[in-house]
């Protein structure tokens, strides 16, 4: 029987996660991100129109820190992706609350700076999953 258990909570753990947020909220909410953010897909298609001082955020889910090809990241973002930060919806959550205090506790680095200013002090897991469920996630 504890063979049983241990097969199905295995598979539970091996199966991939999806965003716990509310996709139609965070359609709404996507509207603070797209002064900086775009999300279009891998053949350049534009899903969401927005601006591009901040990277492509189409794929985010299961993505490595600072690694949109061509998108000039500051050195915090991708110490933080070379030290191992994948974003997933904590990460991700994390990151938007406040993006430099984030990457000091990551890194352990009081020098550790973010070229994203704002804050999303709330809604961040609604803002996940509508970019999880636009990117075909």
């Given amino acids: 029987m504890n063979r049983i258990l241990a097969t199905a909570l295995m598979g539970l753990l091996a199966m991939p996660a999806f965003a716990e947020g509310d996709a139609e909220?965070?359609?709404k909410a996507f509207n603070k991100c797209k002064s900086?953010?775009?999300i279009a897909d891998p053949a350049g298609e534009v899903i969401v129109k927005g601006g591009k001082t901040g990277p492509?955020?189409?794929g985010i889910a299961d993505r490595t820190a600072g690694t949109v090809e061509g998108f000039?990241?500051?050195?915090?973002i991708v110490a933080a992706g070379e030290n191992?930060?994948?974003w997933d919806e904590a990460s991700f959550v994390e990151y938007t609350k406040d993006p430099k205090a984030f990457l000091k506790d990551?890194?352990?680095e009081t020098s550790a700076k973010s070229k994203m200013t704002f804050r999303l002090k709330s809604g961040a897991e609604d803002v996940?999953?509508?970019i999880v469920?636009?990117?075909g996630e």
């Fill in 128 to 130: 996940y999953a509508y």
């Fill in 25 to 27: 909220a965070g359609k």
């Fill in 133 to 135: 469920s636009v990117s």
């Fill in 56 to 58: 492509n955020l189409y």
């Fill in 36 to 38: 900086c953010h775009l």
């Fill in 72 to 76: 000039k990241y500051g050195d915090s």
């Fill in 106 to 108: 990551y890194l352990g």
């Fill in 84 to 86: 191992g930060l994948v």
